[in-house]
């Protein structure tokens, strides 16, 4: 594959798609990556068994976009927060997920994911999680790029943003707790999933217990079996928990080694974020349908600007159902069909790929089925082999703001972290 001169591409004004297919250059400086994984002492050797157990965590380069993609992504974020916030979209949502999810105690939840795929019109919505992780990670991952050319010297300036990204996450957690308790200090804090220690992404647990020590708090990574609920607490041990960064993929809590949170949670006795009620508003892939239907939106009084804006960025999506079905098998290649509860891509299916026996599954289960959107690609160098892999942007938000975007490069069907020369990747906006 015949590829452009990166010194001849930024001589000119050159989109950030031709900068995606023509300049395969490597940013990424190992030893600086080791040095930002490592930045605590506690972390010492972090970086050497992440290069063992995942080697592809971390793509090798950037990925870059336009200030018109990236004001897109940084709109369409704030008109679904307007949406959400609807009471007919809440009466929606809230009505056929769990009774849990109606409890709300205040927080936002920390760490929403938005992930888009890129396309010739410009960003589309493939789906929203409420636990999207990564973003500690990713941090460290700017921090470690160097500009492939002079020319780039001022893309590549992260150090200052992501120290200020470190204290934004802090004042998030922050922001959660005194939604909830008010001014009371900050009790200790649990970073809580089942097995922690065996999670893909487990060095992030190890990364936030460090910062949020160096910013006063009392952190502790939790196996969420090892929690219990007694004399109206939540304990870990003999340590009473306060505030929970709920990473579970149990997002309503039903399973019953997850009772002791359940408990602490409904009785209002925990912070919990993300928590049971954000997962039913925002990351149920039926929003998805409210959110692609204009006369919908227009009947809850959505602005004609908000509704103009997800008609271009949120694609059709319809509920699987057993009147669609024949229509929907006829027109299977321009749809994606993904299970209502999904997350990172598990039973996540495109319709060019799918069997009778696949599809059979489908039908029985609870699914939505999306209008197919191809991803873009990013040309990358790997071990001297040049290829192009496909990548998706995730843009973590708060409470309807976007703190950091990020990437993820791949091939497959969906987002894998198995990919030579994939993974996370930083974005850069040229």
Same mark, same amino acid.
């Given at each position: 594959?015949?590829?452009?001169?990166?010194?001849?591409?930024?001589?000119?004004?050159?989109?950030?798609?031709?900068?995606?297919?023509?300049?395969?250059?490597?940013?990424?400086?190992?030893? /600086?990556?080791?040095?930002?994984?490592? *930045?605590?002492?506690?972390?010492?050797?972090?970086?050497?068994?992440?290069?063992?157990? *995942?080697?592809?965590?971390?793509?090798?380069?950037?990925?870059?976009?336009?200030?018109?993609?990236?004001?897109?992504?940084?709109?369409?974020?704030?008109?679904?927060? /307007?949406?959400?916030?609807?009471?007919?979209?809440?009466?929606?949502?809230?009505?056929?997920?769990?009774?849990?999810?109606?409890?709300?105690?205040?927080?936002?939840?920390?760490?929403?994911?938005?992930?888009?795929?890129?396309?010739?019109?410009?960003?589309?919505?493939?789906?929203?999680?409420?636990?999207?992780?990564?973003?500690?990670?990713?941090?460290?991952?700017? /921090?470690?790029?160097?500009?492939?050319?002079?020319?780039?010297?001022?893309?590549?300036?992260?150090?200052?943003?992501?120290?200020?990204?470190?204290?934004?996450?802090?004042?998030?957690?922050?922001?959660?707790?005194?939604?909830? *308790?008010?001014?009371?200090?900050?009790?200790?804090?649990?970073?809580?999933?089942?097995?922690?220690?065996?999670?893909?992404?487990?060095?992030?647990?190890?990364?936030?217990?460090?910062?949020?020590?160096?910013?006063?708090?009392?952190?502790?990574?939790?196996?969420?079996?090892?929690?219990?609920?007694?004399?109206? %607490?939540?304990?870990?041990?003999?340590?009473?928990?306060?505030?929970?960064?709920? *990473?579970?993929?149990?997002?309503?809590?039903?399973?019953?080694?997850?009772?002791?949170?359940?408990?602490?949670?409904?009785?209002?006795?925990?912070?919990?974020?993300?928590?049971?009620?954000?997962?039913?508003?925002?990351?149920?892939?039926?929003?998805?349908?409210?959110?692609?239907?204009?006369?919908?939106?227009?009947?809850?009084?959505?602005?004609?600007?908000?509704?103009?804006?997800?008609?271009?960025?949120?694609?059709?999506?319809?509920?699987?159902?057993?009147?669609?079905?024949?229509?929907?098998?006829?027109? /299977?290649?321009?749809?994606?069909?993904?299970?209502?509860?999904?997350?990172?891509?598990?039973?996540?299916?495109?319709?060019?790929?799918?069997?009778? %026996?696949?599809?059979?599954?489908?039908?029985?289960?609870?699914?939505?089925?999306?209008?197919?959107?191809?991803?873009?690609?990013?040309?990358?160098?790997?071990?001297?082999?040049?290829?192009?892999?496909?990548?998706?942007? %995730?843009?973590?938000?708060?409470?309807?703001?976007?703190?950091?975007?990020?990437?993820?490069?791949?091939?497959?069907?969906?987002?894998?972290?198995?990919?030579?020369?994939?993974?996370?990747?930083?974005?850069?906006?040229?």
């Amino acid at each position: 594959m015949a590829t452009a001169d990166p010194f001849e591409l930024l001589a000119s004004t050159v989109s950030a798609e031709a900068l995606n297919a023509g300049c395969a250059c490597r940013t990424l400086d190992p030893e /600086r990556l080791r040095q930002q994984l490592e *930045r605590d002492p506690a972390l010492a050797g972090l970086a050497q068994t992440l290069r063992e157990t *995942r080697p592809h965590l971390f793509a090798s380069t950037a990925v870059f976009i336009s200030p018109a993609v990236a004001a897109t992504l940084t709109a369409a974020v704030a008109a679904i927060e /307007r949406v959400v916030a609807l009471p007919a979209y809440t009466a929606q949502a809230l009505a056929r997920a769990p009774a849990i999810a109606a409890q709300d105690f205040g927080p936002k939840s920390v760490f929403m994911g938005y992930d888009f795929h890129l396309g010739p019109q410009g960003p589309r919505l493939i789906e929203i999680n409420t636990n999207a992780g990564g973003a500690l990670l990713n941090v460290a991952l700017a /921090r470690a790029q160097l500009a492939c050319c002079a020319e780039m010297d001022a893309a590549f300036s992260f150090e200052r943003r992501s120290d200020q990204l470190e204290q934004c996450f802090i004042d998030m957690f922050a922001a959660e707790w005194r939604t909830q *308790r008010g001014q009371q200090p900050i009790g200790t804090l649990a970073i809580v999933d089942d097995n922690p220690q065996s999670q893909y992404l487990a060095a992030e647990f190890e990364l936030f217990q460090q910062l949020a020590t160096r910013h006063g708090m009392d952190a502790h990574v939790v196996d969420a079996q090892a929690l219990q609920w007694h004399d109206g %607490r939540l304990w870990h041990q003999d340590v009473a928990i306060d505030l929970v960064y709920n *990473r579970l993929t149990d997002f309503y809590l039903v399973e019953e080694r997850h009772a002791a949170l359940r408990a602490a949670f409904a009785a209002g006795a925990v912070v919990l974020t993300p928590h049971p009620r954000a997962h039913a508003l925002h990351a149920d892939k039926r929003n998805l349908i409210a959110l692609s239907d204009d006369a919908l939106l227009g009947r809850w009084g959505v602005s004609a600007v908000d509704r103009a804006l997800l008609g271009a960025v949120v694609p059709e999506t319809r509920m699987v159902t057993a009147e669609a079905a024949e229509a929907l098998w006829t027109s /299977r290649k321009q749809w994606f069909f993904k299970p209502v509860g999904g997350y990172g891509g598990k039973a996540a299916y495109r319709g060019d790929k799918l069997t009778r %026996r696949v599809w059979s599954e489908i039908l029985a289960g609870d699914f939505v089925a999306q209008a197919l959107v191809p991803p873009s690609e990013r040309l990358i160098d790997f071990d001297g082999i040049q290829s192009d892999l496909k990548f998706d942007l %995730r843009a973590y938000s708060y409470h309807g703001q976007i703190q950091l975007l990020a990437a993820r490069m791949y091939s497959g069907q969906t987002t894998n972290f198995r990919t030579p020369g994939g993974g996370f990747a930083p974005v850069l906006v040229v």
